[in-house]
């Protein structure tokens, strides 16, 4: 199983610069796959400290670009900024502008495999890895994602009971474009807090039910036990191998941070990397596949 960390700016500010650069220092020494901090545009990673190889994530839509070739041309210079390293974050619905940004990247990569490729397509390999969640309140678009060849996102709000009916639409879409459904591109968001205190435990508890009923304020969220994984490093991960039993083999496990400072954030990196994920194959991802395999 891969990890990813998702810094969230919800109740806090987004980190400046420097915090940026220390929270990518922090996820490439603790071995993360992959670092996404809301609110970070692609013109501003140039400069982060690239390390030896955590993949940064960009939502689009924060962006402030219009046309495909834009897009494009945005793409290629942050592709290159960061070695091939960007990661391109979408929603299949929700707001004018994220379900723009998600047909426009459709338009930009061209992944239907019954379409003839133009000419003048504006990207070239290696494309950058696109990863896409379903909008807040509509029902999950796992299956459009993978149709698309785009990685998929389970968002942390949602419950087991929900979670439970992604991979078979995974499963679905790329089965229907003759490609394989890999696992590893099968991203799942979690709150997790790894930590014997009870105290801690409880402050970090109290901040999740903020964080989540920001994000869903006309939703409902779900039970928090249901929602958060917090407790001592055995009990977490046999939390996990609950979860991934009882909704399917997701291969990319994220963990959402929604406001610790950068020691709390380091120390926490680290007790899930060293001490949780160790029970865990490492699941590299699949190459994408035009020839239909059995999953």
Same mark, same amino acid.
């Given at each position: 199983?891969?990890?990813?960390?998702? @810094?969230?700016? &919800?109740?806090?500010?987004?980190?400046?610069?420097?915090?940026?650069?220390?929270? %990518?220092?922090?996820?490439?020494?603790?071995?993360?796959?992959?670092?996404?901090?809301?609110?970070?545009?692609?013109?501003?990673?140039?400069?982060?400290?690239?390390?030896?190889?955590?993949?940064?994530?960009?939502?689009?839509?924060?962006?402030?670009?219009?046309?495909?070739?834009?897009?494009?041309? !945005?793409?290629?210079?942050?592709?290159?900024?960061?070695?091939?390293?960007?990661?391109?974050? !979408?929603?299949? $619905?929700?707001?004018?502008?994220?379900?723009?940004?998600? #047909?426009?990247?459709?338009?930009?990569?061209?992944?239907?495999?019954?379409?003839?490729?133009?000419?003048?397509?504006?990207?070239?390999?290696?494309?950058?890895?696109?990863?896409?969640?379903?909008? *807040?309140?509509?029902?999950?678009? *796992?299956?459009? &994602?993978?149709?698309? $060849?785009?990685? %998929?996102?389970?968002?942390?709000?949602?419950?087991?009971?929900?979670?439970?009916?992604?991979?078979? #639409?995974?499963?679905?879409?790329?089965?229907?474009?003759?490609? @394989?459904?890999?696992?590893?591109?099968?991203?799942?968001?979690?709150?997790?807090?790894?930590? #014997?205190?009870?105290?801690? =435990? /409880?402050?970090?508890?109290?901040?999740?039910?903020?964080?989540?009923?920001?994000?869903?304020?006309?939703?409902? /969220?779900?039970? +928090?036990? #249901?929602?958060?994984?917090? $407790?001592?490093?055995?009990?977490?991960?046999?939390?996990?191998?609950?979860?991934?039993?009882?909704? $399917?083999?997701?291969?990319? !496990?994220?963990?959402?941070?929604?406001?610790?400072? !950068?020691?709390?954030?380091? =120390?926490?990196?680290?007790?899930?990397?060293?001490?949780?994920?160790?029970?865990?194959?490492?699941? @590299?991802?699949?190459?994408?596949?035009?020839? +239909?395999?059995?999953?």
């Amino acid at each position: 199983m891969l990890l990813g960390w998702n @810094r969230v700016s &919800t109740l806090t500010a987004m980190p400046t610069h420097n915090e940026l650069s220390q929270l %990518a220092s922090q996820a490439d020494q603790f071995g993360y796959d992959q670092l996404w901090v809301d609110g970070l545009t692609i013109d501003k990673i140039g400069d982060l400290p690239l390390g030896k190889s955590v993949r940064i994530g960009t939502d689009l839509c924060t962006n402030p670009v219009k046309s495909p070739r834009q897009i494009g041309e !945005l793409i290629r210079a942050g592709q290159e900024a960061l070695g091939n390293r960007l990661m391109v974050g !979408l929603t299949t $619905g929700g707001t004018k502008d994220e379900r723009a940004a998600f #047909e426009r990247m459709e338009t930009l990569l061209w992944q239907d495999p019954r379409r003839i490729l133009p000419s003048d397509l504006p990207l070239s390999p290696p494309l950058p890895c696109v990863m896409a969640r379903p909008a *807040m309140k509509s029902a999950p678009d *796992m299956r459009r &994602t993978a149709y698309q $060849g785009f990685q %998929a996102l389970s968002p942390a709000w949602q419950t087991p009971d929900q979670l439970a009916r992604h991979w078979a #639409e995974i499963v679905g879409g790329a089965t229907h474009a003759a490609r @394989r459904a890999c696992p590893s591109n099968w991203h799942l968001n979690r709150l997790i807090y790894v930590s #014997e205190n009870s105290r801690d =435990i /409880a402050a970090y508890l109290d901040l999740a039910k903020s964080y989540l009923a920001a994000v869903t304020p006309s939703c409902n /969220a779900g039970p +928090l036990s #249901e929602l958060v994984i917090a $407790g001592s490093s055995d009990y977490v991960a046999m939390r996990i191998s609950q979860l991934r039993r009882r909704i $399917g083999p997701f291969g990319t !496990l994220h963990n959402t941070d929604p406001g610790l400072d !950068l020691e709390k954030s380091a =120390i926490q990196m680290d007790r899930l990397s060293s001490n949780v994920m160790p029970s865990f194959l490492i699941e @590299r991802p699949c190459q994408t596949s035009k020839v +239909l395999e059995k999953t």
